[in-house]
């Protein structure tokens, strides 16, 4: 027999397959690598778990924990960020971060750690049937546990101006006010001040957060260019010494969506447009994510390109 006349949201709860299976049948199952424990009473076939990325995985840990839940439960920091699909930087932790006014002690259990910092304030939306908390204080609450560089992403991330949910600025700051954390309260206003929604991609924002710790002149971004063959948009630029910053991050090389089956391709396609661009007396360096993690190979490229100090 199988499981999928039970399956709910991908999941199997034993409460649902008791009255057709024994126990033992359910304990083979698991021996056997058939099915996957989430929970006590909470399963997931195993050849689709091992098809989840870490964050579906972590969303599935999240449905489980709502499936057994008794009353209401929000989500949270990291989890609420999966749900959203922020990036984040680090992997997606095992446990599950729920939101909860506090109580007293205990407010940990295996698999679910639960939070009360801002409980009174937090705003909340339903995403996929889970109920988290919403695009700001999420934001802020991933920022919070993370230094300004590993953290600009996910904040850029929620103003960028191709998120179809994105926020502002002052969105940020009206949850920072209403969250007035003991700790962290700096921090969370220089992220918000330095904040875009133009930055395209995680590490991008990443790489303006360290050209800005190395005190480099901040870069425009998203500047367009045209010549005879159309436009391009490089992703940063120092108009006053006519270098342009490119980041390269390995994605583009291995996604389809970029790559179309031929990653040499897109290598080619580079390599054309970086000829436009120096045809126009620009400057090109290529920022890798090598480079983010290494300021001072970046600071090196920076200088040897000619790029001003503040």
């Known amino acids: 027999m199988t499981y999928d006349a039970f399956i709910r949201n991908g999941l199997i709860l034993a409460e649902a397959i008791r009255p057709f299976m024994t126990e033992r049948t359910i304990r083979r199952d698991l021996e056997f690598g058939n099915i996957v424990r989430l929970r006590r009473g909470v399963f997931v076939e195993a050849s689709h778990w091992a098809a989840l990325p870490a964050r579906g995985k972590h969303v599935y840990k999240m449905r489980a924990v709502a499936a057994l839940a008794k009353g209401r439960v929000i989500f949270c920091g990291e989890s609420a960020a999966a749900a959203w699909k922020m990036p984040i930087e680090r992997d997606w932790p095992d446990d599950v971060a729920v939101l909860q006014s506090w109580r007293g002690g205990g407010q940990s259990n295996s698999g679910v750690r639960r939070v009360s910092a801002g409980a009174g304030t ?31 992403g996910s904040v850029d991330w929620a103003l960028w101006r191709k998120n179809p949910e994105a926020i502002t600025a002052e969105d940020l700051t009206a949850d920072l006010q209403r969250l007035n954390p003991r700790a962290g309260g700096r921090h969370l206003r220089q992220l918000i001040s330095f904040a875009t929604p133009l930055s395209d991609s995680f590490y991008e924002s990443a790489a ?59 290598v080619w396609q580079e390599k054309k447009r970086e000829d436009r661009l120096r045809a126009m007396n620009f400057t090109v360096v290529r920022i890798l994510t090598e480079h983010v993690m290494n300021p001072a190979s970046l600071e090196q490229i920076l200088v040897s390109a000619g790029v001003p100090r503040r």
């Open 122 to 152: 937090a705003r909340t939306v339903t995403i996929n049937g889970l109920e988290v908390t919403d695009l700001a204080r999420t934001a802020l609450d991933v920022a919070r546990s993370r230094d300004f560089v590993d953290a600009i």
């Open 208 to 266: 303006r957060a360290v050209i800005h710790q190395l005190g480099f002149v901040a870069p425009e971004l998203q500047v367009r260019l045209t010549d005879s063959r159309g436009e391009m948009i490089p992703d940063f630029l120092w108009r006053s010494v006519g270098v342009l910053g490119e980041f390269d991050g390995k994605e583009k090389y291995m996604r389809d969506i970029y790559a179309k089956g031929d990653p040499g391709n897109v």
